[in-house]
Nanobody
């Protein structure tokens, strides 16, 4: 079972990035999916989450209006579109799969039992 995050990089403030999280060995269609990030010296924090159908999405206040989470269950992939990036968005971004059968979307990392390896996003000023 693996979640492979990709799409990170070094960009200037104001730029956009699209992160992808491809699942293998598991089917994400029955799981809520989330993105978290961890900045240097800080704890891992919730960024965004989507219900198993993608019909419900949730965002941290710091990214509302700038980030969009989406999912393509047919491709077993979740995306995070990040626009208007700021230096404070610099972090390692992790995708995570919620516990199978959980209906309520969690914004706490304890609600996720599968994690990707992370992809680095660095935003320069």
């Amino acid at each position: 079972v693996q979640l492979q995050a990709s799409g990170g990089g070094l960009v200037q403030a104001g730029a956009s990035l699209r992160l992808s999280c491809a699942a293998s060995g598991m089917t994400i269609s029955s799981r809520n999916m989330g993105w978290f990030h961890q900045a240097p010296g800080k704890e891992r924090e919730f960024v965004a989450a989507a219900s198993w159908s993608g019909g419900n999405t949730y965002y941290a206040d710091s990214v509302k209006g700038r980030y969009t989470i989406s999912r393509d269950n047919a491709k077993n992939t979740v995306y995070l579109q990040m626009n208007s990036l700021k230096p404070e968005d610099t972090a390692v971004y992790y995708c995570a799969a919620g516990y199978l059968g959980t209906l309520l979307v969690q914004t706490n990392q304890r609600g996720y039992d599968r994690w990707g390896q992370g992809t680095q996003v660095t935003v320069s000023s």
